[in-house]
Each structure stands twice: as C-alpha cells, then as structure tokens.
C-alpha cells in the first residue's frame, strides 16, 4: 500500500451490509423479545446518503446473501430486483453469498442477464474463488457468459477521492457447503485471496485493500473463518464478513486487519472511518452500527420505486390465490421466539411443530382421496427463516418463515417430498437431532407423529433414550426396526438426510427409499403434487394450514395448541450415572472398546516405564 506523507493523510469511510436476504420493504421483526424494524432499502437509502454527505471519501459494499428471504425473492431471475435496487442505492461493490445460487447456476445467470439488460446503475461484483476449470455442471457454462458478460472479476478497482481502493471478495468453507445447487466446483478462498491478494499488490499498488468475504465469524477460533483469513492474509486491511449473520458492536482486529459485521435482514448499517499513517497502514478513527429504525426518515422516492417492485409480486402472489402482498391470512395470539433462540436452545419449540403439522395438512389435502398417510413430518432448524409477532399475519409474513429454495418446476419455493425410512432409521434421524445440533445448529429438528427423549449428557450419537411413534389419535407407539414410514418434509431436507451416511463416514445410516424400499436416486420424483399438477410449495403448506384454522372475529387464529411446546422431543439433563449408561447402542459400545484399548496401551506402556526404571536402578545398585 501506498505510504502517505503527514501533510496529505488519506481517510476513508466504508458503510456496508451483508445478509440482506431480500429485506427490500420495512418490516417488523421479533429480536431479543423486542420488536424492531428491519430491512427497508427507502432508510438505508437515507442512511448511505447522509454518510456520503458528512464523509470526504466514502465507500459503500455489501458481503453477501443480498437476496432469499421475502417474497421480492420471487422475481430474483426475472426482475432482478435485488441487484439493482443496490445499484440504485450507490452500492459500489457487492460479492456472492450462499444464497444466491439458491435458484440454481440457472436461476443466477438469468438474475445477471436481466440486471444487465436495465437501465439502473449496478454494483460492481467480486468473487474470487469459482473453479471454472473444474465446474461440470451442465449450466455452467452459462454462468460463466453471464458474469462475463455483467463484468464479475476477482477483484475492482475504486477510487473515492485521492484513495485508491482495491475490493476482491468470495465465500468461505461453511458457505460453500450451503450452496448445494450452485453447480460450480470451488477453490480454498483462504488461498485464493493470497494469490489475489499479490496480484493486486504487484500489479495495482492500492491505499487500501477491502475483502468482501462471505465467510463469517464464530466463538470458536478455529471455525471462525474471517479470523482465521486475516491472520493468513495480514496485507488485508478491512475485512466485511457475512453469512454467519453477526452483529459486531466492536470490530475484531487481528494484527491490523479490521473485520466488521452488522447483522442480517438491513437492522443495522455497518460504518468504519479510516485515517491513513505516514507508513501506508490504516488507523481506525471509529466504528459503529446504525440502526434502521423509525429514527430513519425513509427516502420517498425510494419508497416509490419499492411499490413499484411490489406490484411485481402481487402478481406471483394471485397465481396461488392471494390477493397482495400485505394480506393478512391469520392471526397470531402468541409471540413465537427469535429465530437465533431457536437455533441457539435445543428444545421442541411450538413454530416447530406448527410448521411440521402443517405439511401433513397440505399432503392430505393434495392428495384427497388417494392420500397415503403420512407417519412422520419433519422440518430442520435450518429451512425456518423467520418468525412473527403476537398480532396478524400477513402473507409476507408466513413466506419469510420458509423463504428458501426453488423446484423442479422452476417457480421460488421447496415443494415438500415424500420418502420412506425404516423404525430403524427414524431412531437414528432422532439421535442426528440429539447428537449433531450440537456440532451443527443447523441440524437441530422439530416433527411431527415422533416423540423422543435424549440426554445431553451421554455420548455422542448414543444420546437418545427412547423413540415411539405418535398417531394422529395421539398414541403411543413402538416403533417396527424394519417397517417402513412415510416421512415428509421439503425437497432440500429430504435430500440433506440422504447425505447423512456419506457425512458421518458410515457410522450413521439413514438411506431415503420409496414406497417399494427402493432406494431413491432421483430426488425430482419424490415432489408431492396437487391434484392440479401443481408442486406444493412448504410455504404454501404453512400458510394454507394458518387459513384452515376456526376464525376468531372473522380472522383464522392459532389455537391454542401452539402456544407452547408439546415436549414432543423431551430433554433429559440428567447426569445420572445410570441413565447416562442405559440403553446403550452399538455406537456406545464402539467407544467403550475404544476407551479400554486405549487403557490397555497406556497400562502396558506404564507397566514397561516402569520396569524399565527398576531394572536401570538395580544396575545402578
């Protein structure tokens, strides 16, 4: 970096965002027990315009999953709102996140030729460590021409004023095993940013280099992606980190690199000011989150170009039988909790089971009378991506709880699936619950016809205690080792459960199969259907179940049923010696054969230390 001499010292203020996941609109949203207002582009438009007006030198970038998440996500190939709405707020530069390649490489090539196609200004976009070389998937290729064709490179060049910035971005580890579809091979981004990192040294000789990293940040040193990145990559100077989803309210600095993260769903915009050293390096004047809050005027033209976009998806919205994007379908007595509580607390939770109830809801209904019953629903932590609030509930609202994914027919959302497991294997999906959440919170379940118990306290994969099935009628049964159950959930679960015998190396095996016992192969054909030919989508099951509740002044109401937990799953802390050693499995007994050899060879070695000691003192006597 260039050095600066004291008379002429650069400063630069950098605003970001990450994980803005759709949030175009001003909405409410439960967190921490308070009901805050999220996501509206009308403030942050007001936010980024007042920085700029106050700031010499001003940058504005985001870090990834701007879109996936509200229903403005259903026109993401065809309208590519999100893009150019960022575009239009003045965002210079933006990198890919995870969610992105939601919709497929497809899906993501249409978004980049549509953006291209409009007249709206557009951020530039750096990612850095796509393997094209290695990238076999059919449409590929087709990605390719598209970024080629938007102008993705692995990194830009900005200049704000008398600072030349240099911008290089992609995603990290976790993120990359997020993006199952995204039909692209990838490079280690740790070692991509280090070649990248010295191409631009040598060949751009910038101020300041600022990373846009989709990697994100954890308590744990050696997951925590971004920390580990600057101390691989010290000539980083600012590093934005998103996809974990974080708030920093202070900014990590490893050696002199900054990294900055301001939370999902646009509640905060990210603010850092710089002042540049005689020596080149750069020194943090200050850092701060500023809340997107009623305190924000909202920019009105603004806001009339987010009417515009949302007459856009009123009209996805009529092809299911909505009227609009703000019509409300039901009423919420209850306040259902925080999405980070429910990843961070292991425990059955009432949006759980409502939401798992309602897909066996949408199946009878699909299927009228050939409906097969279902035994089992299941829905990971995972796919819920929002809650709501005590009071009524919009449309909007029940989408944005499972926003994810798109099927086989190409319209936004993961239809449900149906697959078929043995008793064996319904206890073994209980024990990834009870053993797996705690490495992964993302694999933390809620069902529907299974009650289970599992005790924290025991060892890993040998933690649950008891497994029976529950009827409709709501008894208790055990549950048939080789009897196959009809299990149903969304398209990408059904999938991931598939992967759990490759994941845990053959220790755990979970083997989805069709009615027959066949063993699936093409995932596509396990899709449930209306009797229209229609793919049913988990976002219309939930919100069709809201509807089919008994109205309470003329408004359908949660029942009471779901005011709280049913201990469906039931957490047993006990540390008990005798309940942390009953009912073992044969995984209990592998570690226990571990545990003895392992006593055995220590014993032995002793045994020969110690011999060896008597037999050099007896010399020695």
Not at 536 to 549: C, D, I, N, P, T
Request: with cysteine; aromatic share 8%; net charge negative.
């Amino acid at each position: 970096m260039l050095p600066a001499s004291s008379a002429n010292q650069k400063e630069l203020t950098v605003v970001f965002s990450h994980d803005l996941h759709s949030y175009i609109d001003t909405r409410e949203y439960k967190s921490d027990g308070k009901t805050v207002e999220v996501g509206g582009f009308a403030k942050i438009k007001t936010i980024i315009d007042d920085v700029k007006a106050n700031s010499k030198n001003t940058l504005v970038v985001d870090g990834g999953d701007f879109s996936m998440g509200t229903l403005f996500q259903t026109v993401f190939s065809e309208a590519a709102i999100e893009l150019r709405m960022l575009g239009q707020l003045g965002y210079d530069a933006i990198t890919f996140g995870n969610h992105e390649f939601d919709y497929s490489s497809q899906g993501l090539a249409k978004m980049l030729t549509v953006a291209k196609k409009s007249n709206d200004p557009l951020p530039e976009i750096v990612s850095t460590n796509i393997d094209w070389n290695n990238s076999s998937d059919e449409h590929a290729i087709d990605l390719k021409k598209a970024m080629d064709n938007y102008g993705v490179n692995d990194y830009t060049i900005v200049t704000k004023g008398n600072v030349k910035i240099a911008i290089f971005g992609g995603m990290g580890i976790d993120s990359i095993a997020c993006a199952p579809n995204s039909g692209v091979s990838w490079k280690d981004f740790i070692e991509t940013a280090k070649e990248t990192v010295s191409k631009i040294e040598k060949e751009e000789n910038p101020d300041i280099i600022v990373c846009l990293s989709h990697s994100g940040i954890s308590d744990d040193s050696k997951k925590s992606e971004d920390e580990l990145l600057a101390k691989a990559v010290p000539q980083i100077d600012v590093i934005i980190s998103g996809h974990t989803h974080s708030t920093l309210k202070e900014p990590i600095v490893v050696g002199k690199t900054i990294i900055g993260c301001c939370g999902e769903y646009g509640q905060n915009m990210g603010k850092i000011d710089l002042k540049q050293n005689g020596d080149g390096t750069w020194d943090l004047k200050d850092y701060k989150l500023i809340p997107v809050d009623n305190k924000i005027k909202a920019d009105e033209e603004f806001l009339g170009k987010v009417e515009e976009y949302r007459t856009l998806v009123d009209e996805f919205l009529k092809g299911y039988g909505f009227e609009n994007y703000s019509q409300v379908i039901a009423n919420s007595p209850y306040d259902y909790p925080d999405i980070r509580v429910m990843n961070e607390n292991h425990v059955d939770q009432a949006l759980g089971n409502l939401i798992s109830d309602s897909f066996i809801y949408s199946v009878k209904q699909a299927e009228g009378e050939n409906y097969v019953p279902v035994d089992v629903a299941l829905v990971p932590v995972g796919v819920v991506r929002s809650n709501f609030a005590k009071g009524p509930i919009t449309i909007s609202n029940a989408y944005e709880v499972l926003s994810l994914g798109i099927g086989p027919d190409g319209v936004p959302g993961y239809p449900l699936a149906s697959i078929y497991l043995t008793g064996k294997e319904l206890k073994t999906t209980a024990e990834v619950d009870a053993s797996i959440t705690s490495l992964m919170s993302a694999a933390q379940l809620y069902c529907s016809g299974l009650q289970y118990t599992f005790n924290p306290n025991r060892i890993i994969l040998n933690r649950v205690t008891d497994v029976k099935l529950k009827t409709e009628k709501g008894e208790l049964k055990q549950l048939e080792d080789d009897k196959l159950y009809r299990v149903v959930g969304d398209l990408y679960s059904a999938q991931m459960l598939g992967a759990v015998m490759e994941q845990s190396k053959g220790i755990l095996s979970i083997i989805p199969k069709d009615a027959k016992g066949n063993p699936i192969k093409d995932f596509n054909k396990i899709v449930i259907y209306d009797q229209k030919g229609s793919e049913v989508k988990a976002w219309y099951a939930f919100a069709s179940y809201l509807q089919s509740f008994d109205e309470v002044d003329g408004v359908p109401t949660i029942p009471a049923k779901y005011s709280k937990a049913e201990n469906r799953k039931v957490v047993d802390d006990s540390k008990n010696i005798i309940k942390l050693v009953k009912n073992p499995n044969k995984i209990f007994f592998a570690v226990l054969a571990v545990v003895i050899l392992f006593i055995a060879i220590v014993t032995v070695v002793v045994v020969f230390i110690v011999k060896k000691v008597k037999t050099k003192k007896k010399k020695n006597d």
